[in-house]
């Protein structure tokens, strides 16, 4: 089982920068694939960012492609998602999750473990 905790979320202005943080607990995630998912009222959750656990691969969704970046330190068994020049359309809870498969995936139903979101807000 493996316990995943983000934090780091918060107000910001448009344009600021956010760094958000995914502790994992229970079981090392260095054989994880980890993705970054968002989701506002109403809608349904999106691919934000991903890496793999094999070759650190990553993907991001074109929305955010440039602004922001997932990274993992396997030693702290923790992976980050700094998020820069932050646009309201940012505003959402952000989850952390976690994947035992080989491939990295993007969608939500492929992944095994999530956390319980952090709210980010972006005003204008």
């Known amino acids: 089982q493996v316990r995943l905790v983000e934090s780091g979320g918060g107000l910001v202005q448009a344009g600021g920068s956010l760094r958000l943080s995914c502790a994992a607990s229970?079981?090392?995630?260095?054989?994880?694939?980890m993705g970054w998912f968002r989701q506002v009222p109403g809608k349904e959750r999106e691919f934000v960012a991903g890496?793999?656990?094999?070759?650190?691969?990553?993907y991001y969704a074109d929305s955010v492609k440039g602004r922001f970046t997932i990274s993992r330190d396997n030693a702290k068994n923790t992976v980050s998602l700094q998020m820069n020049g932050l646009k309201p359309e940012d505003s959402a809870v952000y989850y952390c999750a976690a994947d035992a498969g080989r491939r990295l995936p993007t969608t939500e139903f492929a992944y095994d473990y999530w956390g319980q979101g952090t709210q980010v807000t972006v005003s204008s």
């Open positions: 890496i793999s656990w094999s070759d650190g691969a990553t």
């Open positions: 229970g079981r090392t995630v260095s054989t994880y694939n």
